[in-house]
């Protein structure tokens, strides 16, 4: 069952933006770190941004930092990816993440266990 759902992707000139939502869906996901990762076509799935539950940490994969800014709203249970700048590597299906797994640095090794989203399309033109 899903309980994790994404929003928010879209087809877009390089240089513009998007922001992606997701959404907790069945539960909620108090003190779990929350974050994105994203895979394009013939690629392993890679981590782009997390958050701890306070807000007061994030995470950030080099390829995106300084473009995207991720934040959460826990009163509504979503977390927010901000995309500025965008670049056609982009290009990806971007999947929501729920775990209480710490991130490290500039990566995220989630548990087995891990909830995900159903991915939402993101297409950078050029």
């Known amino acids: 069952q899903v309980q994790l759902v994404e929003s928010g992707g879209g087809l877009v000139q390089a240089g513009g933006s998007l922001r992606l939502s997701c959404a907790a869906s069945g539960r909620t996901f108090s003190g779990y770190v929350m974050g994105w990762f994203r895979q394009a076509p013939g690629k392993e799935r890679a981590f782009v941004a997390a958050i701890s539950w306070s807000g007061g940490s994030t995470y950030y994969a080099d390829s995106v930092k300084g473009r995207f800014t991720i934040s959460r709203d826990n009163a509504k249970n979503t977390v927010l990816l901000q995309m500025n700048s965008l670049k056609p590597e982009d290009t990806a299906v971007y999947y929501c993440?729920?775990?209480?797994?710490?991130?490290?640095?500039?990566?995220?090794?989630?548990?087995?266990?891990?909830?995900w989203g159903q991915g939402t399309q993101v297409t950078v033109s050029s």
């Open positions: 993440a729920a775990d209480l797994a710490p991130p490290n640095g500039n990566s995220w090794r989630v548990h087995e266990n891990a909830r």
